[in-house]
């Protein structure tokens, strides 16, 4: 991922883990192709967006912030 997966989800580093997850579920409702009638744009911000919140999951799960 060329982005910081934290900006993306619009949270800082030192965000806790029901923060991240209330933004990652905040922007999946805003952006979900369905709610936006297949539109190919909000499918690929729903790309990033599950990218980011898995990169932050993996990067916590590691140790690393």
Known sequence: MNQDPYRILNV????????IKAAY????KQYHPDVN???PQ???KMKEI???Y???LKLRK???Q
Not at 12 to 19: F, H, I, K, L, R
């Open 37 to 39: 009638g297949g539109s």
């Open 12 to 19: 800082s580093p030192g965000a806790t883990e029901d923060e």
């Open 42 to 44: 909000a499918e690929e």
């Open 54 to 56: 898995q990169e932050i």
């Open 62 to 64: 590691g140790g690393g």
């Open 25 to 28: 579920r905040k922007l999946a």
């Open 50 to 52: 599950n990218q980011a």
